[in-house]
C-alpha cells in the first residue's frame, strides 16, 4: 500500500484524499458502459476544481447538480468539497420554474446538467446567462434515458474543460470539519428545503462514520478511516444520487475502498438483476415497495436466469417497506440479511431493522433505535417501554444546523429539551416494551377521521397486497360527516380489471380495524412518486379531492 498520512479533518475531500491513494487501482463506479477506479475519479475531480477555481469559484459557493447517476456526480461533489464549496442536488424531473427556484434558493453560482436534460434548463425563467459556470455533461447511456437536448448560451461541454485542466491535487486553506453539506429534500409536500450540515456530523450521522454495514461502529480517531478499508465488496443503490438514500451509500463506500453500481437510466427490473449477475453485487437497495415489488416481480418470474450466490443483503432505505414484501424477500432469497433503514435527510439514520432467517415479519416496521434516538410525548418527555403512549420520534447527538434561508422551520424541526438539541421530523411511533420503536407514520399525514387517527402508512401496508393492486397512496378527504375520510388512490395491476372499493374493505377487514379502511376509492393510471420512491401526497390529495368534487 502507499504510504499516505490520515485526513488532517473531517471534510470530505481529506478523507477522500486519505483513501483513494490506497485503493487506486480499485473499481469505484460502474454506471452502465461507464467503469472509473479510484485514480481515474480523483485525476477527474481535480481537474474539474481546477477549472472551478479559474472561474472564480471558491470557499461557500454552491454547485448545482441537475444529473442523472454518473460517476460524474460524485466527482463534481468531490471538486466542490476540495475546494470549500457546496455541491447542491436537484432533482431531475424538475421543471424550469422549479429549478428557478432551487438556484435561487441556494445561491448557486455553477451548475452541470446532462444533454438530456438542457431543455428542462432552456426553460427556467430568466435564464441561467448569470452563472459564473455551466457545463454539459454527456449522458452515461444516452439511448436509455429522454429529453430534449438544446443549445444552452454560454454553456461549456465537460469533457473540454477537463481536457485543459490539471489533474493535480488542488490545495485549499483552510479545510476543515466545519465545512458545509447541503442536502436538499422534500417537493412532495412544498417547496424543497437544503438541509445544511457540518461535515464532521454528516460523517457520523448519514455516511456510517467509517462503518457503512453498521457493524464495527463508528470510527473514534481519522487514523482508524484507513484501516477501514474493505478487501473487496460491491454495493448497487437502486435510488439516484440526487437523493440521500443513494449519495449517503455511495460515499460510504467510496470512504473505504469498495464498489458502488449505480443505474444510468430509469428502473428497469431485469437491468438490476443482470448488473447483479454481471458485478457480483454483495448488497442491494431497493426503495419501499414502488421500487422492490416491481424488482422482486422480476426475479421470481425468470428462475435460474441470474445468479444472485454473491448477495449476501437486501436493504431498504428512503420509502417504507410493507412487512409482506420483506416476507416475499425472505422467501425468495433465504439465509441473506434483509436490512431496513429508517432516517431522514434533517437526522441522518435514526435505527435499522434487521431480519434474520427464522423472523416473524408481521405489521409496520419496528425498529432498533439508534443510540441518541427516542420517542417523546406531548410534554416533551421520554415515552415508556410498553405505555402505548404515541409520540414523536426524536435524535439528539449530531444533527444539521438547519434549514437553508428557513429560520422558522429550523426552530419547529430543531427543538432544545433538558440541555439537549433534538430533531423531530415529523414521524409518530409507539415504544415496545423490549424498547424498540414502532413506527406508525408521518404526523402531517395521519387522518382524523371521526375522531380516530388513521396513519396512511397502515392502510398502505394492506392494501398493497391485494392481487390487483399495483401501487397505492392513501389520504383523507374533507367529508361532512367524519371530517375526513380515508381515501385510497389505487394504480391496479391490470387496467381492463381493477378492484372495487368492497373489494378492498373486505381484503383489509382481517387486518385493519373497521375506521380505518378506506370509504372512498379512485382508480388512476399511475400512483406518482419521486425518483427515490417517495410518495406525493400533495399530488394524492388534490386528485382525491378533485375527484369528490366531480363525484359528490
Not at 13 to 32: K, T, Y
Not at 68 to 90: K, Q
Request: charged content about 25%; glycine content about 10%; aromatic content about 8%.
Amino acid at each position: 500500500m502507499t504510504d499516505v498520512a490520515p485526513a488532517a479533518s473531517f471534510n470530505f475531500a481529506d478523507m477522500w484524499e486519505s483513501v483513494w491513494p490506497l485503493v487506486a487501482d480499485r473499481e469505484a463506479i460502474v454506471c452502465g458502459p461507464q467503469r472509473r477506479t479510484y485514480r481515474e475519479m480523483a485525476e477527474r475531480a481535480n481537474r474539474l476544481a481546477h477549472h472551478f477555481r479559474k472561474e472564480g469559484i471558491g470557499p461557500g459557493d454552491r454547485i448545482g447538480l441537475f444529473l442523472r447517476n454518473d460517476a460524474t456526480y460524485l466527482e463534481a461533489m468531490i471538486a466542490a468539497f476540495s475546494l470549500r464549496a457546496i455541491p447542491v442536488n436537484m432533482n431531475f424531473r424538475y421543471t424550469g420554474s422549479e429549478i428557478g427556484h432551487l438556484l435561487d434558493d441556494s445561491g448557486a453560482v455553477a451548475l452541470l446538467v446532462h444533454r438530456s436534460l438542457t431543455g428542462a434548463i432552456a426553460t427556467v425563467p430568466g435564464g441561467v446567462e448569470d452563472l459564473k459556470v455551466l457545463l454539459v455533461v454527456d449522458d452515461p447511456a444516452p439511448d436509455l434515458v429522454e429529453g430534449e437536448e438544446v443549445s444552452l448560451p454560454g454553456a461549456r461541454e465537460l469533457e473540454e474543460v477537463l481536457a485543459a485542466s490539471s489533474p493535480e491535487p488542488v490545495v485549499t486553506e483552510g479545510r476543515s470539519s466545519d465545512d458545509e453539506y447541503l442536502m436538499y429534500t422534500g417537493g412532495t409536500t412544498g417547496l424543497p428545503k437544503g438541509v445544511q450540515w457540518r461535515h464532521e456530523d454528516a460523517f457520523y450521522a448519514c455516511i456510517g462514520g467509517g462503518d457503512p454495514m453498521r457493524l464495527q461502529g463508528p470510527i473514534e480517531s481519522l487514523s482508524e478511516l484507513q484501516e477501514r478499508i474493505v478487501p473487496a465488496f460491491t454495493y448497487f443503490p437502486l435510488a439516484p444520487l440526487m437523493h440521500a438514500a443513494a449519495q449517503w451509500t455511495a460515499f460510504s463506500w467510496l470512504l473505504c475502498g469498495g464498489r458502488t453500481i449505480l443505474q444510468p437510466a430509469s428502473l428497469d427490473p431485469e437491468a438490476v438483476w443482470q448488473a447483479v449477475h454481471d458485478e457480483g453485487v454483495n448488497t442491494l437497495t431497493v426503495i419501499g415497495d414502488a421500487v422492490g415489488r416491481p424488482v422482486m416481480d422480476t426475479w421470481e418470474a425468470n428462475p435460474g436466469r441470474w445468479n444472485a450466490d454473491g448477495l449476501f443483503s437486501i436493504s431498504n432505505g428512503g420509502a417504507p417497506i410493507s412487512p409482506s414484501l420483506k416476507a416475499r424477500i425472505a422467501e425468495l432469497f433465504p439465509g441473506r440479511a434483509i436490512v431496513d433503514g429508517f432516517g431522514s435527510s434533517e437526522s441522518g439514520l435514526q435505527g435499522s431493522q434487521r431480519v434474520a432467517a427464522g423472523d416473524v415479519i408481521d405489521g409496520l416496521a419496528r425498529f432498533t433505535p439508534g443510540p441518541r434516538t427516542c420517542v417523546l410525548d406531548d410534554d416533551l418527555r421520554r415515552v415508556e417501554p410498553g405505555s402505548g403512549v404515541i409520540g414523536r420520534v426524536a435524535n439528539a447527538g449530531h444533527l444539521p444546523l438547519g434549514y437553508l434561508n428557513d429560520p422558522k422551520k429550523t426552530a419547529e424541526t430543531f427543538v432544545e429539551v433538558d440541555g439537549a438539541r433534538y430533531c423531530f421530523t415529523g414521524d409518530m411511533a409507539t415504544v415496545e416494551a423490549d424498547g424498540s420503536i414502532q413506527l406508525l407514520g408521518r404526523g402531517s399525514q395521519c387522518i382524523n377521521t371521526g375522531g380516530e387517527k388513521v396513519f396512511p402508512e397502515e392502510v398502505e401496508a394492506t392494501i398493497v397486497d391485494h392481487p390487483s393492486v399495483r401501487d397505492v397512496l392513501v389520504v383523507g378527504t374533507p367529508d361532512g360527516r367524519w371530517g375526513s375520510a380515508v381515501t385510497a388512490l389505487v394504480e391496479p395491476s391490470d387496467p381492463s380489471s381493477p378492484p372495487s372499493l368492497e373489494e378492498l374493505r373486505e381484503f383489509g377487514r382481517s387486518s385493519l380495524a373497521g375506521y380505518k379502511l378506506p370509504k372512498h376509492l379512485v382508480l388512476v393510471d399511475e400512483i406518482r412518486r419521486s425518483p427515490a420512491g417517495k410518495a406525493d401526497y400533495r399530488w394524492a390529495r388534490e386528485v382525491a379531492e378533485a375527484d369528490r368534487d366531480r363525484n359528490g
